[in-house]
């Protein structure tokens, strides 16, 4: 706990363009070989990429052709959730929580996309109509933040990407998912989300973040290069790129499937 306010110590990593691949493994290793709690804000990623969910299947939520045509980087992250697709436009930011920390939010999904949406709505005080609505954060009716979470014994990882700007090209790498939430209603995705960059500047909705963090950690800076931050050789990331033969095997499945259901 810190000296003041008796507030939990929250360790803060700021990123710049990182690629999404070592982000997502650094937030695993932290989750599972750190003692600390951490804020990981990254503005951007190196290239695009569709990041998915551990139980994801490409064949049913990627349109595996064009990725493979267009050599879209795949990557299947540790958490739940569902699938994205990410660049040098998008704002990631992650929460990794000991469960004691906030004692009053319950180590469970629902509690802790309560706790994320009460935050956010700090951050987004006066600007949009911003809401939590089923586990996505939205202006009115349109997506703007996707969520994942994992939780393990005494700690939990909660990270978003936001879509400060998108183009719309890449959301055709995107299949309409089978499961979508209701307030969706079967849109398409030019109809479905939204850009944060029509509401409020990146710098300031980092800072806005970073302050309404303040109000239940004490907030402190870290280089990644401190001693502070776990460099575990032995810890092996089950967040991973999925290989071209291992899409290529998904797409060759998929049209045999959709050959004999022609047939």
Known sequence: MSSRGLLPLMNLVRLNGVPILQQLQLEERLLRTSSHNWCIVNDGTNEPTIVMGISGKPAELLEIG???????????RFSGGGTVIVDHRTVFITFICNTDALPSVQPY????MSWSGQLYSKVFQGVGDFSLRENDYVFGNRKFGGNAQSITKGRWVHHTSFLWDYEMMNMGYLKLPKRAPDYRQARDHSDFICRMKDYISRQEFINRTISALGSQFSVTPLDLESSDCPDDTKFVPSTRLLGKQELEECFESESGNVILQSL
């Open 109 to 112: 999904p629902r509690p802790i």
């Open 66 to 76: 064009p990725v493979l045509q267009d050599k879209v980087p795949v990557v299947k």
